[in-house]
């Protein structure tokens, strides 16, 4: 039933107003926390759900090029408060339907990086699916906080019957004795991390070619320098499309109005910005949805421009697919 003025008030004429109880107050609990992150949008016949693990706070010391005056001046545009303990920037994790395969684009960290994280598999058991349904694993890249809920703390697959999909350079960047040898130790755990979290799948592990499509719709996207082998996914279906961007932006709340400012975590931070620059300008000119794992929870939205500048326009929650 459509609401309007002549419906509204024939259903408020039949309530029954007569005998109504008195209201009694009491004080509840507070929750102090949200329920678990689902979302779901369609592209085309794909069914997309967003599943949130968390949410991580960055602090100006990861964020190279951060200045003061700058940073509170984008919060003030977008009616943001600065937190305590630096930006938060949520985790999440896409779900792709495609009504042939049930598709994880990236999975969470498990609970391998403090008590605001590891949400992850609790989502995906809330939006009505199982990790043994998932067919494929695709990981944007290597890190922690995109393949942490791959592996069980004994080592063991959590997608059971999952293959895993990566690129040549992503996965012999974190399997190359070499290069971890010559990174800081403070580094190395990294690629341990990389290891360990996906050697479970080595007797099912893809590694995908950019520009192709992996599944009918889905193409694998090179946005190198956040990680050598950095991807996203370009969807198509029905003349609908989304990008899913992966790191293309950590901080919503920042990056979007400085662009030129990279992340800590970037294997190559000029790489990882003219890679951003080039992928902002593409979504702004073509007008292509997007979504990522850092964006404001959901993260769908679309992209526009402020002069030098950028914006990020969230879609609307939708009640309906």
Excluded at 132 to 160: E, N, P, S, W
Excluded at 220 to 236: A, E, K, M, N, Q
Aim: proline share 6%; hydrophobic share 45%.
């Amino acid at each position: 039933m459509t609401l309007n003025r002549r419906t509204f008030f024939a259903a408020s004429a039949a309530l029954p107003l007569a005998g109504l109880a008195k209201p009694t107050f009491a004080a509840a609990d507070k929750a102090e926390a949200q329920v678990n992150g689902i979302y779901r949008q369609k592209v085309g016949k794909f069914e997309i759900t967003a599943l949130l693990d968390g949410h991580l706070p960055i602090g100006p010391e990861l964020i190279n090029g951060y200045d003061e005056a700058k940073a509170a001046a984008a919060l003030a545009r977008q009616h943001r408060k600065p937190e305590p303990n630096g930006t938060l920037i949520p985790v999440t994790g896409y779900l792709i339907n495609t009504g042939d395969k049930l598709i994880a684009v990236d999975c969470g960290t498990n609970d391998a990086m403090g008590p605001t994280l590891g949400g992850y598999h609790g989502a995906l058991a809330a939006a009505g699916y199982s990790a043994d349904q998932v067919d494929m694993v695709i990981a944007t890249h290597l890190h922690l906080d995109h393949i942490g809920g791959l592996a069980a703390k004994d080592g063991t697959a959590r997608f059971a019957n999952a293959e895993l999909v990566s690129t040549a350079s992503e996965w012999d960047f974190w399997y190359n004795d070499e290069i971890r040898a010559s990174v800081p130790d403070n580094f190395k755990g990294f690629f341990d991390i990389a290891r360990f979290q996906t050697t479970p799948y080595a007797e099912k592990l893809t590694l995908a070619k950019t520009g192709a499509e992996i599944v009918p719709g889905i193409e694998i996207v090179d946005l190198p320098g956040h990680t050598p082998g950095h991807i996203g996914l370009h969807l198509r279906s029905e003349g609908e499309e989304l990008l899913i961007w992966g790191d293309i932006v950590h901080a919503t709340a920042l990056q979007f109005d400085n662009p030129d400012w990279t992340i800590a975590f970037d294997t190559d931070a000029e790489q990882a910005r003219a890679t951003r620059l080039k992928v902002l300008d593409m979504v702004v000119t073509d007008n292509v949805p997007v979504a990522g794992m850092h964006l404001d929870f959901p993260g769908f939205g679309y992209v526009g421009k402020m002069g030098s500048a950028y914006r990020f326009d969230p879609m609307p929650w939708r009640y309906v697919l």
